[in-house]
């Protein structure tokens, strides 16, 4: 199923976050497709550009918004691939 991910990073020399990159994801949930916030989920991005997604390999701090937590990328792979786990508060 797709899904969309709302992905920030943290702006260098301050403690405030980058504006949001909205991307859309596509994800196998399992049981927790309908609803709920899996503690680690792998997938593809969708419409996330090769600068896109080397910014957020590289940018300090990305986190990805999905169903009101937050999330970090434990894997993000040239293809979009990656396994998103949950950010520690």
Known sequence: MEFPLTITSVIEASDQRSPATAV????????????GSPEFFF????????????SFKLAPG??????????????????GTFKLVRCPK
């Open 62 to 79: 990305v986190r990805a918004g999905f169903r009101g937590h937050d999330y970090c990328f434990e894997t993000l792979e040239t293809s």
């Open 43 to 54: 997938g593809r991005l969708l419409d996330a550009s090769d600068e896109q997604i080397a």
């Open 24 to 35: 859309m994801a596509e994800a196998d949930l399992g049981t927790q497709a309908a609803y």
